[in-house]
């Protein structure tokens, strides 16, 4: 039997209706739990001026599927079949909306790219495919690296700052997903101790952690980054690794994280850290047709 996307701009409302549905498989649904937090906490434009919109798929009475977006992100959903995405692929046409993209479950985002293709003409691009983790057993890696970890505070605003701007340009997401201004990621982070520096004994960072704040049981760990000089020496599994033991110790019954798969090295050592695979992961950027076309 078929459902109603129910599309709106009201969070409060698409919380009420989607809230539980997103709360019952915290691990697969951690960037809508978290986005929406921070969108409820911090106002609807953290992420840009625009409006977001939200939808939730209702069937029988149940709720079955979500999606948000906070432009200029892409669109984000939960698990689809092939038939519910190209259903929302048309109902998204029909309303004119403009999207610069999707991400999703990795078999979902593909359902939506190519339904938008046919129902739009517009031409779809692999963005990124990565791999969501959930913490098994914690293992520090060995050797540990000398230093210590640190939490960082509002001296280090700036160098938050510098550091996601460079976080943002080494994984490509500085106009893709649903990334916030460097000031505003540094100042909520700092808010709730979310970022962890790994510290030589001098005092000099050189690599840093951030989580999510915890939502429905859940902290995902995002944004780890090493700068260039100072890689290769531990630095980034030390720091990974301290921001996963204090996840589990502030009570989080999912510790999670997303790979790129187009880079070996840090999923072998996620892996190596105890982190272990829930799902696969993808996204796509639309462009017209007209401006894929050689001139």
């Known amino acids: 039997m078929g459902g109603d996307w129910r599309i709106t701009g009201d969070l409060d409302d698409f919380l009420s209706r989607a809230g539980g549905f997103l709360r019952s498989r915290p691990a697969l649904h951690t960037v809508a739990l978290t986005v929406t937090d921070g969108l409820r906490r911090r106002g609807l434009h953290v992420y840009g001026e625009g409006d977001p919109v939200f939808g939730v798929l209702e069937r029988d009475g149940a709720v079955s599927a979500a999606f948000f977006r906070t432009p200029p992100g892409h669109l984000v959903l939960t698990a689809l079949t092939a038939t519910d995405a190209a259903e929302l692929a048309a109902q998204l046409a029909d309303r004119d909306e403009e999207l610069p993209g999707v991400t999703g479950e990795r078999d979902t985002a593909e359902a939506f790219a190519e339904a ?67 000031a505003g990621w540094a100042d909520a982070r700092i808010a709730y101790g979310g970022v962890t520096f790994w510290e030589t004994l001098d005092g000099t960072p050189v690599s840093m952690a951030g989580v999510t704040a915890q939502v429905a049981g859940q902290i995902r760990v995002a944004t780890v980054y090493t700068p260039a000089e100072f890689r290769g020496r531990g630095y980034a599994g030390a720091v990974t690794a301290e921001v996963s033991r204090v996840a589990r110790v502030a009570g989080a019954e999912e510790v999670l994280l997303f790979t790129d798969l187009a880079n070996p090295t840090s999923n072998a050592l996620y892996q190596r850290i105890g982190y272990r695979p829930v799902e696969d992961f993808a996204g796509y950027d639309f462009r017209s047709a007209s401006a894929s076309s050689p001139r």
């Open 116 to 182: 938008w293709g046919r129902g739009t003409g517009a031409v779809s691009e692999i963005h990124v495919r990565q791999r969501l983790y959930r913490l098994g057993e914690l293992t520090v890696p060995e050797p540990v690296p000398e230093g210590r970890p640190r939490v960082a505070m509002a001296k280090d605003r700036e160098q938050l700052m510098r550091w996601f701007v460079e976080f943002a340009e080494a994984v490509g997401e500085s106009g893709g997903g649903a990334m916030q201004s460097p």
